[in-house]
T-cell receptor, first 110, second 114 residues
Framework: KQEVTQIPAALSVPEGENLVLNCSFT??????LQWFRQDPGKGLTSLLL?????REQTSGRLNASLDKSSGRSTLYIAASQPGDSATYLC?????????FGAGTRLTVKP | NAGVTQTPKFQVLKTGQSMTLQCAQD?????MSWYRQDPGMGLRLIHY???????DQGEVPNGYNVSRSTTEDFPLRLLSAAPSQTSVYFC?????????????FGPGTRLTVT
């Protein structure tokens, strides 16, 4: 059974800092890995999708990497801003089934 | 495009009542799914559909039914609500089941069962 873990559960950083969020999964047989952002009381917004054949994806200040063999992904956020404060979720998809981590709650202090 | 829409936004039920959570998408997506989100547990898959007329169970299907009579709509039915079904419910859709496309989520329905 696929299990997805995100560490840390919560993170607080000062504005401007670069930071890394971690995601690990137990079964490397995945089709893709997706990072989402969730604001309090809201739905999920897709940030980056990495196919199983890819090693990384970039969008603006965000860079996500994928190492299938070790079951790890990282989300790198450059020059963090208070508007980046949210919960970040990673999810792995395989055979019609998407499994989520519990998320990392990020707070960026002005 | 409106994307993925869900109604209602909030609902309070008494134990034993039944209700239907509505989900619709206007992107002609083949794959649709329902998740529940509970504190500290992430999202868990309830049911999914890979096309009109085709549905299957996810990780936590007990107490829920689904049907997919059209490409656009994927309602979730609670047969006899229980307090353990208090949760936030999200509907999602994707262009295909292949995993090559990202999933889009609706805004959620917050359900409380007393």
């Amino acid at each position: 059974k696929q299990e997805v873990t995100q560490i840390p559960a919560a993170l607080s950083v000062p504005e401007g800092e670069n930071l890394v969020l971690n995601c690990s999964f137990t079964d490397s047989a995945i089709y893709n890995l997706q990072w989402f952002r969730q604001d309090p009381g809201k739905g999920l917004t897709s940030l980056l999708l990495i196919q199983s054949s890819q090693r990384e994806q970039t969008s603006g200040r965000l860079n996500a990497s994928l190492d299938k063999s070790s079951g790890r992904s990282t989300l790198y956020i450059a020059a963090s801003q208070p508007g980046d404060s949210a919960t970040y979720l990673c999810a792995v998809y395989n055979n019609n089934d998407m499994r989520f981590g519990a998320g990392t709650r990020l707070t960026v202090k002005p | 495009n409106a994307g993925v829409t869900q109604t209602p936004k909030f609902q309070v039920l008494k134990t034993g009542q039944s209700m239907t959570l509505q989900c619709a998408q206007d992107m002609n997506h083949e794959y649709m799914s329902w998740y529940r989100q509970d504190p500290g547990m992430g999202l868990r898959l309830i049911h999914y559909s890979v096309g009109a007329g085709i549905t299957d169970q996810g990780e936590v299907p007990n107490g829920y039914n689904v049907s997919r009579s059209t490409t656009e709509d994927f309602p979730l039915r609670l047969l006899s609500a229980a307090p353990s079904q208090t949760s936030v419910y999200f509907c999602a859709s994707s262009y295909s089941r292949s995993g090559s496309y990202e999933q889009y989520f609706g805004p959620g329905t917050r359900l409380t069962v007393t």
